[in-house]
């Protein structure tokens, strides 16, 4: 299985200010024919189900706020959200997709 | 936009068999580019992918859980179920239906709320 790892586990961060979310799987989730990442970033606030934010590592589904951008490559990603909103606070999950569905462990963000 | 609905009961007791129906509307099992998948989340161990199954019918299911896991589709109801047998306590968890987007084993871009399932005598 591909081990998902997600740091910190838990992060409080100032209204307006930066978060980051870092994932990384134990093995390259890059698919060398098409040089695309197979990882996926969803944000579960309390009593609901997971909400896709990102697909391939840095694609934004529909409707998802430009604040929330996703980057790295190979093993190493990161969830960044720039400008933190009250509404932000949830947890945060990667999923690899590359060989079989594994999840990170989850990121609780909370406001400072 | 497709919506999906678990439903079943609540409470299984030990050794016996977990079934729960995931309802689609919106949107239609036999769409192509689709799996149909069922995950569970516990405080335990967190987000597990059960397994999915396609409207053929092909199926593929976690190996951790392949023994007992049965996942089946009715295109004529537009549902999917999903069986899971000699059920112990570690198998209590909030039960999610999703859809998953056909790429390699696919990512999930739309959920059900979700059902608790308690696993007690």
């Known amino acids: 299985d591909i081990v998902m790892t997600q740091s910190p586990d838990s992060l409080a961060v100032s209204l307006g200010e930066r978060a980051t979310i870092t994932c990384k799987s134990s093995?390259?989730?890059?698919?060398?024919?098409?040089?695309?990442?197979?990882l996926a970033w969803y944000q579960q606030k309390p009593g609901q189900p997971p909400k896709l934010l990102i697909s391939?590592?840095?694609t934004r589904e529909s409707g998802v706020p430009d604040r929330f951008s996703g980057g790295g490559s190979g093993t190493d990603f990161t969830l960044t959200i720039s400008s933190l909103q009250a509404e932000d606070v949830a947890v945060y999950y990667c999923?690899?997709?590359?060989?079989?569905?594994?999840f990170g462990q989850g990121t609780r963000l909370e406001i400072k | 936009q497709v919506q999906l609905q678990e439903s079943g009961p609540g409470l299984v007791k030990p050794s016996e068999t977990l079934s729960l129906t995931c309802t689609v509307s919106?949107?239609?099992?036999?769409?192509?580019?689709?799996?149909w998948s069922w995950i569970r989340q516990s405080p335990g161990k967190g987000l597990e992918w059960i397994g999915y199954?396609?409207?053929?019918?092909?199926?593929n299911y976690s190996p951790s859980l392949k023994s007992r896991v049965t996942i089946s589709v009715d295109t004529s109801k537009n549902h999917f179920s999903l069986k899971l047998s000699s059920v112990t306590a570690a198998d209590t968890a909030l039960y999610y239906c999703?859809?998953?987007?056909?790429?390699?084993?696919?990512?999930?871009?739309?959920w059900g709320q979700g059902t608790l399932v308690t696993v007690s005598s």
């Open positions: 999923q690899q997709y590359y060989d079989w569905v594994t």
């Open positions: 391939w590592a840095s």
């Open positions: 999703a859809r998953q987007v056909e790429v390699h084993s696919g990512f999930f871009d739309s």
């Open positions: 199954i396609y409207h053929s019918g092909t199926t």
């Open positions: 093995q390259s989730l890059l698919y060398n024919s098409n040089n695309k990442n197979y």
């Open positions: 919106g949107g239609s099992v036999s769409e192509n580019n689709y799996y």
